[in-house]
């Protein structure tokens, strides 16, 4: 069975900064890529960046490029997002998420991805 766990969100203003994780148990995550999503309330659950399993590609949905980044370190089994220059509709909760085998590049649909983390909120205030 594997477990993620999401921690790191919170309230900052606009402009700021936040670090999520995602830490996985279970099964060694090296292997496969790792997404992140975010669901806002009342709007379905949109992809947000990828990494594949050597960090050879990190994918960003445009709203978030060049202001997000994704990275993990395979030997903690942990991914990471950084997150800067935050904007008010950034506001979410925001979701690792692994496949349940290994997948080719970074898969942008949600179904794509077996594995979820309970979700940790992020607050951008104006």
């Known amino acids: 069975q594997v477990r993620l766990v999401e921690s790191g969100g919170g309230l900052v203003q606009a402009g700021g900064s936040l670090r999520l994780s995602c830490a996985a148990s279970?099964?060694?995550?090296?292997?496969?890529?790792m997404a992140w999503f975010r669901q806002a309330p009342g709007k379905g659950r949109e992809f947000v960046a990828a990494?594949?399993?050597?960090?050879?590609?990190?994918d960003y949905a445009d709203y978030v490029k060049g202001r997000f980044t994704t990275s993990r370190d395979n030997a903690k089994n942990t991914a990471y997002l950084q997150m800067s220059g935050l904007k008010p509709e950034d506001t979410a909760v925001y979701y690792c998420?692994?496949?349940?085998?290994?997948?080719?590049?970074?898969?942008?649909?949600?179904?794509?991805?077996?594995?979820w983390g309970q979700g940790t909120q992020v607050t951008v205030s104006s």
């Open positions: 998420a692994a496949p349940f085998s290994p997948v080719v590049g970074t898969p942008r649909e949600p179904s794509a991805y077996a594995y």
């Open positions: 279970g099964r060694p995550l090296s292997s496969y890529t």
């Open positions: 990494v594949t399993r050597g960090s050879a590609i990190n």
